[in-house]
Every structure is written in C-alpha cells, then in structure tokens.
C-alpha cells in the first residue's frame, strides 16, 4: 500500500502553489535496474520515446528524438546509465496493470485528503534519465503531480499563466497541440522560480500551467509522473482550444480563458461545429528521429546517418 504524505497545514496548495511531500513509492522492487529492464524489454515501444538533448537551457529546440526498435531493455538502461538520454515511457499504467493499480491508489489518497479534487481520469509516464541531462523550460496543458523515486533532479517552477513567462497564444498552440510544450527562456526568470532539489521519496505539484524545467543531478533519475484532468481542467482545455481558433481564423485577440460561464459555452460550442466541419484542421507537432539508440556512443545516441552507413555491408 502506497503511502502518500500531505499535511493538513499545507493541502490546500494543491494545484494552487508549488507543493513539495514525501511518499513511500521508492522503497518498492518495481523501479530497481531488474524491473525496469523487464518492463523495457517488454514495452510497446509505440510509446516509449528516447530523447537527447543539448546542454544549453535557452536552446529549448535542442531536444532529438532517437528510435529504440531492436534495443533491449539492457542496452536502454545501459545508453541511459553512460549516456545522455530522456526516456518517456507513455502510457505506462495501460501497459501494465501493476502501474494502473498503483496511480489508482496514490490518487485515491490524494483525494481522501484535498477537499473538492475528483479527478474524472489519470494516467502516468514514467521517466528515466541520464545523469545531468535537461528538460527545456516547457509547460504542460495537462496538470501532474511527479513522484520521484531514484537519484536527484532539480526543478525549477515559474509562476502560471503570466504573460512574462508564457505567452498567452504559447499556451493555447500547446493545448491545441500544433507546437510543443517547450517555450522561450530567460536566465532572468529564474528570480521567480521556485527550486526544489528532488530526493526519492518526495512528490511534487505545481499550478496548472505554470512552466518549469529540470535539470538531474550527478545521477540516474526515476521518476513517475502522472497526469490527472477534473471537469475544471477539461474545461479550460475546450476554451484554450477555441479561443486560438478564434484568434487564428478570426483574428480575435485575449479572449477570456475563463472555462465557465455564457461565452465559455459560446465559444466551445460554436468551435466543436467549425472543428466537425472541417474549419479547424490542426497539424500536429511531431519530433522526427534524428538518432538511434547505441549504449556504447558517446552519448548513448548515434546520427541515423551514421547509423545507416554502419548497416550498409
Ligand atoms: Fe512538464
């Protein structure tokens, strides 16, 4: 049984404030090097993502995509370990129930203990990487908590829905999902960051929205990070959705992002029509591979180009 501590003093900066408590999660055989590689060897590797990326935090399109076809779960684990590697592995709690048990359990004690908060569905990622590798300044439409299990991350988490750290139009295009998450970055907004050092052990929320970026320590990290919508969140995501039609088809500008209300409805019905009758075509943003998995390159990564050249007999 999970245990998932939230003090009563501070529960009530769930989703509100940046939100740092401690869990049991780490303690359990599911995340040793032995369970992750079974779960890697059997994954369906549609949803495992492999990415690596640079070393400047202001240089947030650095991020690569490399294929993992054929790579074992050791030579994963292995590129991971030497290399300088992120591994996404989406959609975990579908692959293996032991997963879904579990955010079912974490979530069902968040809930127990933060009045109001029904999530209507969660799911997790669980997240492997590189000693001093980075996550780019980025934010998410989805709100998540992160349970940190091995190693130690930093964190950086900037204030939500400011528009000196993210741009309105920035966030909307995330939510439609015709860019990716990762945003422009300032050193100079570090003054309005809140830094946490992550330690197994702890877990962490922050406001819906607010960009963050991440930086591990001298180690391995193991995280699982789990994604949660409420009917406030769905809603709010309908309107972001509708409001960057509005503003790209239209040209209406700063339209309200408030999810209730006559014009919320206005606005997310009259979008669900042009969307149903072709008006709203979204392209959405993809990463293309730019490298393949090799636990023995430098970095755990090798140039597809190069990749090719090694294969040709
Ligand atoms: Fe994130």
Do not use: C
């Not at 779960?39 to 240089?59: C, F, K, S, V």
């Not at 999902?177 to 922050?206: I, K, N, T």
């Not at 040209?251 to 919320?264: E, K, T």
């Amino acid at each position: 049984m999970p245990i998932v501590e939230l003090s009563d003093s501070i529960r009530g900066d769930f989703g509100v404030r940046p939100l740092l408590s401690s869990h049991n999660l780490h303690q359990r055989d599911l995340f040793t090097d032995d369970a992750l590689i079974e779960l890697l060897d059997g994954y369906p590797r549609e949803h495992l993502y492999a990415l690596t990326m640079g070393n400047d935090d202001i240089q947030t399109d650095q991020n690569r995509l490399a294929l993992h076809d054929g790579v074992s779960g050791a030579s994963l684990l292995k590129a991971v370990k030497n290399g300088r590697l992120w591994l996404n592995i989406t959609q975990v709690h579908r692959a293996d129930r032991r997963y879904r048990d579990l955010i079912d359990e974490l979530f069902a004690q968040l809930r127990a203990r933060i009045p109001g908060f029904s999530p209507v569905s969660t799911e997790g990622t669980l997240l492997i990487s590189s000693p001093n590798v980075l996550v780019y300044y980025h934010a998410d439409a989805t709100p998540s908590v992160l349970w940190h299990l091995r190693g130690q991350k930093r964190i950086w988490i900037y204030p939500a829905l400011d528009e000196r750290y993210i741009k309105r139009n920035h966030l909307e295009d995330i939510y439609a999902g015709v860019r990716h998450e990762y945003l422009p970055f300032d050193p100079l907004y570090d003054q309005a960051a809140v830094v946490y050092d992550l330690q197994p052990g702890q877990w962490l929320s922050w406001p819906r929205n607010a960009p963050h970026r991440i930086t591990n320590l001298s180690s391995v990290n193991v995280s699982l990070s789990t994604e949660y919508i409420t009917r406030d969140s769905r809603a709010h995501a309908r309107v972001y959705v509708a409001n960057r039609y509005f503003r790209t088809r239209l040209g209406f500008r700063n339209l309200s992002s408030r999810a209730i209300g006559p014009s919320a409805i206005l606005k997310t019905t009259l979008h669900r029509v042009a969307r149903k009758v072709g008006l709203d075509p979204l392209y959405l943003k993809r990463h293309v591979p730019a490298f393949r998995v090799d636990p023995d390159a430098p970095n755990g990564v090798i140039a597809i180009d190069d990749a090719a050249i090694g294969t040709i007999p």
